[in-house]
Structures are given as structure tokens and as C-alpha cells.
């Protein structure tokens, strides 16, 4: 069984600052990508940032400059940085990874989704 807990979520003024974290527990054995997703109300759940195993990083144009992914392999940790927050950035974040447990095929795992609102 895998496990993705997601913290840091909160509600924070247009200019300020938040850092996500996305910690993957349980019989996890390896992990490739990990990503942070979002969704706002009634819009579909998109990609925002991905990192790979080799710290090979991806950004949505619209993030580009004010957020910043990284990971400690260490800890199964995935991290984004927010800075510069805009109103239009509040959304539900998700991580994702893509990973196996020992003896088990690659897969995709979900955390439950932490809420980032960004007040004008």
C-alpha cells in the first residue's frame, strides 16, 4: 500500500508565498516521476509541474518563473515552490508519481489534493 500526504496548502494574499509538500510512504520501492497537478471549480485537472528521477523539470507556461519543483529522493518527497501567487492560481494541487512497490508493475498514485486560495 502507497500512501501520498500533502501539506502546505493554505490561503495567502496575491504576491505571497507558499511551499507544498508531497511526502509517499508505505512499501513504495522506486519512483520515476512526480508531478503537482491542479484543479480549479469547474475546470479540468491540469499539469502545473514535473520532476524526474534525474531532476529533469517541466512547467506550465503559466507557472514558469514563479514556481519552483524539486524533490529529495531520500525522503520520497516532491516540493513546489509558489512565489509571486495570483489569484487565478487558486486551485486544489494534486501530486502524482509514478512509481512501483517491490515485485509490482509501474503505476500512477494520487494524493488526496490540498487547497490553495489566493485572496486579491
Known amino acids: 500500500q502507497v500512501q501520498l500526504v500533502e501539506s502546505g496548502g493554505g490561503l495567502v494574499q496575491a504576491g505571497g508565498s507558499l511551499r507544498l509538500s508531497c511526502a509517499a510512504s508505505?512499501?513504495?520501492?522506486?519512483?520515476?516521476?512526480m508531478a503537482w497537478y491542479r484543479q480549479a471549480p469547474g475546470k479540468q485537472r491540469d499539469l502545473v509541474a514535473s520532476i524526474t528521477a534525474v531532476g529533469r523539470t517541466n512547467y506550465a507556461d503559466s507557472v514558469k518563473g514563479r514556481f519552483a519543483i524539486s524533490r529529495d529522493n531520500a525522503k520520497n518527497t516532491v516540493y513546489l515552490q509558489m512565489n509571486s501567487l495570483k489569484p487565478e492560481d487558486t486551485a486544489v494541487y494534486y501530486c502524482?508519481?509514478?512509481?512501483?512497490?517491490?515485485?509490482?508493475?509501474?503505476?500512477?498514485?494520487w494524493g488526496q489534493g490540498t487547497q490553495v486560495t489566493v485572496s486579491s
Open positions: 508505505g512499501s513504495i520501492f522506486s519512483i520515476l516521476t
Open positions: 502524482t508519481i509514478n512509481g512501483r512497490t517491490r515485485g509490482s508493475n509501474w503505476r500512477d498514485y
